[in-house]
């Protein structure tokens, strides 16, 4: 939702992102359990499909590193940039000893 061409849509997905880092899951000691929501098939839209109400909405891994102020200047952008992901090797060998 972040990357919609339509800018009320991005500005929402960043105040659920924001309002997600205020709320820590102090509960469970910071463990995220996965819930699956219930989907809405008739949905005339993408992001009416989840009712994100009912659910516990938690920040998304890819935005963690993003400060508060970049986020928000990112979201006025005409078309919000590409986030870039964290190289870890994906290829191991083993060596045998």
């Not at 469970?28 to 929501?37: I, Q, V, W």
Request: proline share 5%.
């Amino acid at each position: 939702m972040l990357h919609d061409s339509r800018k009320h849509i991005r500005e929402l997905t960043v105040r659920s992102i924001l309002v997600a880092r205020d709320k820590k899951t102090k509960k469970s000691g910071g463990l995220r359990f996965l819930k699956l929501p219930k989907l809405k098939f008739e949905a005339a839209d993408y992001i009416d499909f989840i009712d994100w109400s009912n659910c516990v909405v938690t920040e998304p891994p890819l935005t963690i590193h993003i400060k508060d102020k970049e986020l928000k200047e990112m979201c006025k952008e005409e078309q919000f940039p590409a986030l870039t992901f964290e190289q870890f090797p994906c290829h191991t060998q083993s060596v045998e000893r």
